[in-house]
């Protein structure tokens, strides 16, 4: 049962970011399954199962992220993630590629929400079209996202802004690529106790509607 990360979990992390090798790793790894491994995939059990049991209809799938990074692409990094994540989406092989609700730690902070990190350029094409064809739609779900102040939306809007339906989808309208409705926050007494797991399921729950909404998106014509 999650009960909570712990000091340890950070003291960690912090040493991962700066002895990133791999003779300091093998010595504190016993440190590593037991402060963030173990805790991380119970955290992502728990909340899988408080998301199936309510929205099992969209046939959702977990998954917790290696520490180790890909050989290939440490672009001078050392071999290990200084942070992990877990994501809850709709199976695929690459989630980023999915609207995607995730949990991530790290040395300094946490962070929650719903990201579409990299939808394609087609994804985003529809999504503006279905702006364009029916705001009221957007509109309705960016209304009661404005209602909450646990989330912001996070990424790159174009230079040169587009003419959107509204002034209130303008900012949704104008992204780039990929974005996220995102709540990054300093470690807490939150991060520390069982109270993490329900809190995030409730503030999920209020990006549920647009997660439906996004996920439908790839069956659109192609507008362009």
Known sequence: ????????????????RFNN???????HKSEYKTYLEYPMKELCRELYKGMDEKYGALGLVSRVCRIYRDA???HGRGPYKDHLWLTISQPAERWSCLPTFWFEIAPDNYSFGLGYWMAKASTMAKLRARMDNDPETMEKL???LEKQDTFQLQGEPFKKQKE?????LSPWYNMKGGF????ERP???????PELKPHILERWALLVPLFRYLSTLDGDPDPR
């Open 1 to 16: 049962m999650f009960q909570g990360f712990s000091p340890e979990t950070v003291d960690f992390m912090w040493g991962v």
């Open 72 to 74: 290939r692409r440490l």
């Open 142 to 144: 960016v209304r009661k």
């Open 187 to 193: 470690h807490d007494e939150l991060l520390f106790s």
């Open 180 to 183: 996220s409705m995102s709540s």
């Open 21 to 27: 090798e791999r003779g300091w790793f093998e010595a």
């Open 164 to 168: 959107a339906p509204s002034e209130l």
